[in-house]
């Protein structure tokens, strides 16, 4: 089945500087990736999305490139603030038609401070 | 996009009660699902809700403690019967309008289970 894998837990960042949050997946169809994120007692909202092979896709300052060859969708920005403190989800959608299931990861908590 | 209305936004309710949550959204759409999410954790898939059939389960959640109803392409009910504070989490109805489009989300109801 389809799996998406997020190898950080928790970023801590002092703002102003980069991140890179990491995604890989796994599926045997043609993946659309997406991140959502979800700041506090909220419902997550969708953040980037690309099913496009090496094209960046920009958003709100943040970037990610999908690249088939390494199953890769890692999310960055140049310079964190302190309201980009929330989680973050990498998901992925395989094939199945309308009811394609999102399939998300395990989710990247990135804490900015001052 | 799609506009997911849920209610109750939260609720308490006894060990061994039934609770309902509603959702309906702003426009007919194709697919709805119902995620759980435990505190600051990921999001899991219980069901794709099929319109005038069963819902479809994944693996851990099952009808007879989460039966899902969807009577027509904008309104779907989840029900938590016998209610264990294990199932205290947040319930997020969502939904597309296609395969490679986002997957929205209500702003989700948090049940807590004493």
């Known amino acids: 089945g389809d799996s998406v894998t997020q190898t950080e837990g928790l970023v801590t960042l002092t703002k102003g500087l980069p991140v890179m949050l990491n995604c890989t997946y796994q599926t045997t169809y043609s993946p659309f990736l997406f991140w959502y994120v979800q700041h506090l007692n909220e419902a997550p909202k969708l953040l980037l999305k690309?099913?496009?092979?090496?094209k960046r896709t920009e958003h709100q300052g943040f970037y990610a490139t999908l690249h088939k060859s390494s199953s890769s969708f890692h999310l960055q920005k140049s310079s964190v603030q302190l309201s980009d403190s929330a989680l973050y989800f990498c998901?992925?959608?395989?094939?199945?038609?309308?009811?394609?299931?999102?399939?998300f990861g395990k989710g990247t908590k990135l804490s900015v401070k001052s | 996009s799609v506009l997911l209305y849920q209610k109750p936004n939260r609720d308490i309710c006894q060990s061994g009660t039934s609770l309902k949550i509603q959702c309906v959204a702003d426009?007919?759409?194709?697919?709805m699902f119902w995620y759980q999410q435990f505190q600051e954790q990921s999001l899991m898939l219980m069901a794709t809700?099929?319109?005038?059939?069963?819902?479809?389960?994944e693996s851990g959640f099952t009808k007879d403690k989460f039966p899902i109803s969807r009577p027509n392409l904008t309104f779907s009910t989840l029900t938590v019967n016998n209610a264990r504070p294990g199932d205290s989490s947040i319930y997020f109805c969502?939904?597309?309008?296609?395969?490679?489009?986002?997957?929205?989300f209500g702003k989700g109801t948090r049940l807590t289970v004493v």
């Open positions: 426009s007919q759409v194709v697919s």
């Open positions: 998901a992925l959608r395989g094939s199945g038609g309308s009811n394609a299931k999102l399939t």
């Open positions: 690309s099913s496009t092979d090496n």
């Open positions: 969502s939904s597309s309008e296609g395969v490679g489009t986002e997957v929205f």
């Open positions: 809700a099929n319109e005038g059939s069963e819902a479809t389960y």
